[in-house]
């Protein structure tokens, strides 16, 4: 055996592949990221189809009673939140003829296990949650000039909770968490982990926007039932269009869909209307100065 | 908007650790290519005995290590391979490298005290796990071999 005189020189890209790493990488995040949404869509759609038909028994078993945030002993406050329950279940019997594909409203969640509580809260804002719970802030009354006004945005509320749509949307969440926890759990690597599933709760946020359009939707079916006409129905979303701290963010990471965009819904639903448009006035103890 | 500012954050590390990490492979593979030129005389083998001409040569253990780290980038690469496996092509180049330049630093070790070959080369691979729980690992390459030194040097 004779000794070689020097090393050889060994061709390259045999142990090395020259792939390009920014290609390797583009294709595996795609390739990722579109499985990751697939996913979420897919599972997302399996709740949505489920969820409505969970008993309201169990949704109720389950949700979180909403404290009161304001000082319920205080005498305008306590009358206040009296005038907001009356109009809540003025507004509940007038849904109950506005049946959902078919069916009766008052078998999926039953009137009498709404609550409505104002929150004092800075916001103008409101919401529905687990157990057919109500809340409108304190200064969502101030955005407001009629009951008309009021009672869109507490049909909207009413809307959202005979569809079903707090515990879809809990489920929903709770499902999309376990799966990205169980793919991306044990990825050591947070920020990425952190990043794709952004990137899938993105996918989420287009079925909250779909959920509102539908509450809007019912809201004006409810509202039109109960004042014979949509006067007012726009007056939450005209004022807060106008105010100049609202921010127009791009729509796809919104939770919900622009304001402009649900104004237009009410009032080409309000266009439609041959009557006169007279507005009830505010109950007294509801009135904020705007 | 949390989210965008998590999704900037990841895609500014990205970008930096492709930036920086690539610049400093391409530097480091042509400083490999040339030092390989340099010290192709010394011969470098695995068997375990000397050459039958060379049983008089002196030996010493000769050994060249390197401890390099992984780019933001590599790892995230892996991260996103692990889900799906296949080849991490982009650890590949990285243990090549340092597979190379531990046998580089074993050869100038060799040169330095006059051999011409060396016999017995092996490789030890060890992980620096200080910071493995958060993937940023980094590896140790080790390669030793026992260098054969003629007489009069």
């Known amino acids: 055996m004779s000794l070689p005189r020097g090393n050889p020189r060994i061709p390259e890209g045999i142990n090395a592949r020259n792939t390009h790493p920014m290609r390797e990488f583009l294709v595996l995040a795609a390739g990722v990221s579109a499985g990751l949404v697939a996913l979420v869509f897919a599972l997302s759609l399996a709740v949505r189809l489920m969820a409505p038909h969970s008993p309201f028994a169990w949704e109720l078993a389950a949700a979180p009673a909403l404290e009161s945030l304001t000082d319920e002993n205080s005498e305008p406050q306590a009358a206040a939140s009296d005038a907001l329950q009356e109009l809540g279940k003025a507004l509940l019997a007038s849904s109950l003829t506005v049946p959902i594909e078919g069916k009766d409203p008052q078998s999926i969640v039953p009137a009498e296990d709404f609550r409505f509580a104002l929150l004092g809260l800075d916001i103008p804002n409101a919401f529905a949650t687990l157990g057919a719970q109500i809340a409108v802030s304190e200064t969502l009354l101030s955005h407001v000039e009629s009951e008309n006004g009021l ?62 359009l539908q509450a809007d939707r019912r809201a004006l079916a409810i509202v039109r039932s109960h004042y014979g006409h949509l006067g007012g129905a726009d007056e939450f979303f005209r004022n807060i269009a106008s105010d100049p701290d609202s921010t127009t963010w791009l729509e796809f990471t919104q939770t919900h869909p622009s304001t402009q965009r649900r104004l237009q819904l009410i009032q080409t639903a309000m266009k439609r209307d041959t009557t006169t448009l007279t507005t009830q006035p505010m109950a007294d103890a509801l009135q904020r100065s705007g | 908007m949390e989210v965008l500012f998590q999704l900037a954050i990841f895609f500014i590390l990205l ?10 492979e391409s530097k480091h593979y042509q400083q490999i290519f040339a030092r390989e030129d340099q010290l192709r005389h010394i011969v470098v083998l695995n068997q375990r005995f000397p050459p039958p001409g060379m049983l008089a040569h002196r030996t010493d253990m000769v050994c060249g290590n390197v401890v390099i780290s992984v780019d933001y980038f590599k790892t995230v690469v892996a991260s996103l391979r692990n889900l799906v496996g296949g080849n991490i092509s982009a650890y590949e180049s990285l243990l090549d490298r340092a597979r190379r330049e531990a046998v580089l630093r074993m050869q100038e070790q060799a040169s330095l005290r006059g051999a011409e070959t060396v016999i017995n080369l092996k490789f030890e691979t060890a992980r620096v796990s200080g910071n493995a729980g958060r993937a940023i690992g980094s590896v140790e390459v080790l390669a030793y071999g026992t260098a054969l030194i003629g007489p009069g040097k």
């Open chain 1, 151 to 212: 009672a869109m945005v507490l049909a909207h509320e009413i809307a959202h909770v005979q569809l079903r749509h707090p515990i879809e949307a809990a489920s929903r969440g709770m499902v999309v968490q376990i799966a990205l926890a169980t793919i991306l759990g044990n990825n050591a690597n947070g920020l990425l982990g952190g990043s794709l599933g952004a990137g899938s709760m993105l996918t989420l946020l287009s079925f909250n926007r779909e959920m509102e």
């Open chain 2, 15 to 24: 970008a930096l650790g492709y930036l920086f990490g690539r610049r400093a």
